[in-house]
């Protein structure tokens, strides 16, 4: 689950209000920091073309077996 990060916090009254950034995972912020770098361009290649349903099944069937 990407984690969320704090922004801001404001009090009103005796309330304080939190303000939060969007959920980014590791690699979004990995992202971020060093967008042109090749290494990170593979990987999201990478990333683009796997499936996550496809690949929870594989790895169901692989252990049915053992």
């Not at 995972?25 to 770098?37: S, V």
């Not at 593979?42 to 099944?57: A, C, K, S």
Request: hydrophobic share 30%.
């Amino acid at each position: 689950m990407p984690p969320v990060k704090l922004i801001k916090s404001e009090r009103i009254g005796s309330r304080i209000r939190k303000m939060y950034d969007k959920p980014k995972t590791p690699f979004e912020k990995l992202k971020e920091f060093n967008p042109n770098d090749e290494k990170i361009r593979e990987i999201e290649e990478l990333r683009n073309r796997l499936n996550p349903f496809v690949l929870g099944e594989i790895i169901d069937k692989k252990l049915e077996k053992i």
